[in-house]
């Protein structure tokens, strides 16, 4: 039987910022690979693997052609997003450890790049101490 920690939530009322253990802020510097979900206007999911920046309270993707994307596309129309990182510790015994962010996008573009930003209003984590 798979066993692992609790899963621990965080929401935050608007206006307030999701905030983030030492020890999550170790693993989200040490991991770069996300997977990210976007929802097209309609509904439909798309989930890409990203590779990420975290600032200590938001995440940060840019990518090649990004503007050209499909995720692009559904941040432009639906600004919802949700954001994993996880790995596996061990398999004997099991214990998987990850972090899952629900929040908003906000598209940018520095220097002539696009960006996005992902805001977090939901944090949840799992196989921490």
Not at 4 to 9: D, I, P, Q, Y
Not at 35 to 47: F, I, L, N
Not at 60 to 84: D, H, I, M, P, R
Request: glycine share 10%.
């Amino acid at each position: 039987m798979m066993k692992s920690k609790g899963l621990v939530r965080k929401k935050v009322a608007p206006g307030e910022t999701v905030t983030f253990t030492d020890e999550e802020v170790e693993f989200l510097a040490q991991s770069r690979l996300a997977r990210v979900a976007t929802a097209s206007c309609d509904g439909q999911p798309h989930v890409v693997p990203v590779v990420y920046e975290f600032d200590g309270t938001a995440f940060y993707f840019t990518g090649w052609k990004l503007e050209k994307s499909l995720k692009f596309k559904n941040l432009g129309e639906n600004n919802k997003v949700a954001l994993v990182v996880d790995d596996l510790v061990t398999v004997s015994p099991w214990r998987p450890r990850g972090l899952e962010v629900r929040g908003v996008a906000e598209l940018g573009s520095e220097g002539g790049r696009s960006y996005v930003k992902v805001c977090p209003q939901v944090k949840r984590s799992w196989g921490f101490r």
